[in-house]
């Protein structure tokens, strides 16, 4: 009966932890790029019960009955716990803005030769000295592309991190230092599929890549399960597979044009569907409410052992 207790005290606290997972997910429906957390509900090891030091054990089919041996009565699962909140990367909608600095990344990578996911993340980092470049266990990972300028004129993701170019150099569109020798592109930002940083010349109407050339830091990352959530929306790697770059080759495959790479002007929504998650929130409160009358009940009848048939009248 106690062991009782501990099973259904085991499947409030995972069915609290998975609520709490998806409350984190609802909460997060409208963060452009956030990828929703699914909780993995595990088992305890089941456990063989028997009773020892019998004399005669039970006729049970398939087992031997032999005097003094252990008498098998049965398998009892102790109950159940959340292992883990695995995120999922799956592509989320995309919606217009029409705002130079949101950039939603498209991705119709195909797994590579031993079968693992690819996906495709922006690098940023932040930075101390910004002339140098981001050092590799620095580089964090996200999908939202919703930025800003800051002050410095440097491409800012709303969590404060620099985004990076594909050497791994913060990005800079405008230089109010320099205002003469230097380029301020402001509104005028274009950035190409493969992510190339361009603006168009008011003199000749042409378009001019920024100084060095710059283009998005792209990164594709094989086995994405292996990235850790730091915050809402940023990534650390922890795998094995080298982060590789963009492949400018495979993003101007005919077969997969307009399906991969950046859209300027629109954001990727989250992957969170809102009536799936709220169904699966209330699931999980009468689950959780089950498991409560189930300790209710053991405590009602442990009250009455205690106080009615173990009572010793005078």
Request: charged share 20%.
């Given at each position: 009966?106690?062991?009782?207790?501990?099973?259904?005290?085991?499947?409030?606290?995972?069915?609290?932890?998975?609520?709490?997972?998806?409350?984190?997910?609802?909460?997060?429906?409208?963060?452009?790029?956030?990828?929703?957390?699914?909780?993995?509900?595990?088992?305890?090891?089941?456990?063989?019960?028997?009773?020892?030091?019998?004399?005669?054990?039970?006729?049970?089919?398939?087992?031997?009955?032999?005097?003094g041996q252990a008498a098998v009565i049965g398998r009892l699962n102790s109950g159940v716990y959340m292992s883990e909140a695995m995120p999922m990367f799956t592509q989320g909608d995309i919606a217009e803005t029409r705002n130079p600095y949101d950039v939603a990344l498209m991705d119709n990578l195909q797994p590579d030769q031993d079968g693992n996911e690819r996906r495709l993340f922006y690098s940023v980092a932040r930075l101390e000295d910004l002339t140098q470049p981001?050092?590799?266990?620095?580089?964090?990972?996200?999908?939202?592309?919703?930025?800003?300028?800051?002050?410095?004129?440097?491409?800012?993701?709303?969590?404060?991190?620099?985004?990076?170019?594909?050497?791994?150099?913060?990005?800079?569109?405008?230089?109010?230092?320099?205002?003469?020798?230097?380029?301020?592109?402001?509104?005028?930002?274009?950035?190409?599929?493969?992510?190339?940083?361009?603006?168009?010349?008011?003199?000749?109407?042409?378009?001019?890549?920024?100084?060095?050339?710059?283009?998005?830091?792209?990164?594709?990352?094989?086995?994405?399960?292996?990235?850790?959530?730091?915050?809402?929306?940023?990534?650390?790697?922890?795998?094995?597979?080298?982060?590789?770059?963009?492949?400018?080759?495979?993003?101007?495959?005919?077969?997969?044009?307009?399906?991969?790479?950046?859209?300027?002007?629109?954001?990727?929504?989250?992957?969170?569907?809102?009536?799936?998650?709220?169904?699966?929130?209330?699931?999980?409160?009468?689950?959780?409410?089950?498991?409560?009358?189930?300790?209710?009940?053991?405590?009602?009848?442990?009250?009455?052992?205690?106080?009615?048939?173990?009572?010793?009248?005078?």
């Amino acid at each position: 009966m106690i062991r009782g207790l501990y099973t259904s005290a085991s499947g409030m606290l995972a069915l609290q932890n998975r609520q709490e997972s998806l409350a984190n997910n609802l909460a997060n429906v409208n963060t452009p790029g956030f990828k929703q957390d699914l909780g993995v509900m595990r088992a305890f090891p089941e456990q063989l019960i028997s009773r020892i030091r019998d004399q005669e054990g039970p006729d049970i089919q398939g087992y031997p009955n032999l005097s003094g041996q252990a008498a098998v009565i049965g398998r009892l699962n102790s109950g159940v716990y959340m292992s883990e909140a695995m995120p999922m990367f799956t592509q989320g909608d995309i919606a217009e803005t029409r705002n130079p600095y949101d950039v939603a990344l498209m991705d119709n990578l195909q797994p590579d030769q031993d079968g693992n996911e690819r996906r495709l993340f922006y690098s940023v980092a932040r930075l101390e000295d910004l002339t140098q470049p981001a050092q590799p266990e620095d580089i964090r990972y996200t999908r939202n592309g919703n930025w800003s300028v800051n002050s410095d004129g440097y491409l800012v993701t709303a969590d404060g991190y620099y985004v990076l170019d594909a050497q791994n150099q913060a990005v800079r569109v405008n230089n109010p230092d320099d205002l003469l020798n230097g380029v301020s592109v402001g509104q005028g930002l274009i950035i190409s599929r493969t992510g190339d940083l361009q603006y168009e010349d008011p003199a000749t109407k042409e378009l001019v890549p920024l100084p060095n050339n710059q283009r998005l830091g792209l990164s594709v990352i094989t086995d994405p399960m292996k990235l850790v959530r730091e915050g809402t929306n940023i990534f650390r790697f922890e795998g094995d597979i080298p982060v590789e770059s963009l492949d400018v080759a495979e993003a101007n495959d005919p077969l997969i044009t307009g399906r991969y790479g950046t859209q300027q002007g629109w954001i990727e929504r989250a992957n969170v569907d809102p009536m799936q998650t709220i169904t699966s929130m209330m699931s999980a409160l009468r689950a959780y409410e089950a498991n409560q009358r189930v300790i209710t009940t053991i405590d009602g009848t442990l009250e009455k052992a205690a106080n009615e048939i173990g009572r010793v009248n005078g």
